[in-house]
Each structure stands twice: as C-alpha cells, then as structure tokens.
C-alpha cells in the first residue's frame, strides 16, 4: 500500500466511526481531497488510490495540476475551495464542477453569465463568514439570504450548499452547528465544512463535504 493509500484509509475509517456517532449514513459525505501545493507524484498516487474528488484553492494553480489529467478520468469532479476574482471566472468555469466560494453579487453575476456563455451549469455553495472576520471572504450571516435569493433567481445559479473556515483558535464546533442551521433554515441539503484537524467533528455536525489536505497527503512543502 502506498503511504497515500494507507491515510485514506485511516481517513475513511474515522469517517465511518463519526458517521455511526452520529447516526449519518458514511455514504453521504464526500471526502474532497486538497491537492494545492502537493506534487505530480503525490497526486497521481491519490488518483491510483482511487480518489476522484479534489479541491484546489487557486485557479492557475488547479489549472496546471488538473487541465490534462481531467481527460484521463470521466468521474473526476473538481471542487474550488479558495477566492475567485471575477477575471478568473472563464478559466475556473471551464476547469471547475463546484464552485464552493461563492461570496458576493458580482461573482454571482460573472458566474451566471459565463456559464451561459460556455452551457454549463456548476454546483455552487456560498462561502459564509461565520466568524465575521475582517480579512476572510464569505459572505456574512446577515447578507446570506440576499445572496442566496439573488444567485438563484436572478442569476440561475445552482445553489446546492454553505461553506465555512471557521476562525482559528475558536472552537470549530460552535461555527460548524451555526452553519449547518443556516443551510437548514434556506432548504439546503449541502454543507462543506472540516479540514484535517476537525473533519470528525465536521461530520458529527452534519458536514457532506470535508476538506482534507495535509491528512491525506502529507503537508504540503512550500518552495
Ligand atoms: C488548504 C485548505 C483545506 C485543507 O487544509 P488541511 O488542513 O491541509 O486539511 C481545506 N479548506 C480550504 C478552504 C483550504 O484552503
């Protein structure tokens, strides 16, 4: 077994011993494995392992890593975890099949538009900044509903959940049942939330989607 292989497993059994704790079926969370800054041979590796879903925090970066593999791997489905700029939103429309990040009208707009454009129609989560943190994108818990009802509507944007990074040196707990009751109370069945550090917490707080980097494939080594 790979060391690759080796920590997805680990991961998926402490994935099934936080689904029993809390009564979930394991089948309905998603484990989104982040490969920024990981290597080639890392990430072939999670590929041979059989891991199909993948999250990416930058776009040029997700573009070097994924534009070609994605045409080895008909199930492969790419989730954008970091901040889009409104001038990456072609390049991110075209790669992407989750944009996990939306944040504000004028994204919602461009992402409306270029999906039009290019006749796909992405997954979409609204990122929201639980810990109403001065420097973090999301949108906040007060403009949410805003945001939801015009990416929906005016936009005809696919909204399928929230996301949250909760605030560091907080107890992730408390952000991730506070998020978790806002896709409640808007209807939606969809929540991204857990890193490696809080991904068995994340789950025993209804997450579908956890995000799990450094866990899976070791930490990531910056040139
Ligand atoms: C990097 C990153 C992760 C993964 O972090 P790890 O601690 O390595 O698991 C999850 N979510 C977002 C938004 C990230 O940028």
Redesign the pocket.
Known sequence: MSEIQNNIASIRKVMEENAIIANRQVDGVSLIA?S?VQSDARIEAALDAGQRVF?E?KVQEATSHWAERRNDYADLRLHL??PLQTNKVKQAVELFDVIETLDRPKLADALGKEMKKQGRSLDIFIQVNTGEEEQKSGVLPCDLQDLFAYACDVCGLNVVGLMC?PPAGEPAGLHFGFLKTLADRLGLAQVSMG???DYDKAIRYGATHI??????FGA?EYS
């Open positions: 982040v920024k999250g925090n975890i970091g990074l890193m490696s550090g995000r799990v980097g450094s866990a899976l990531r």
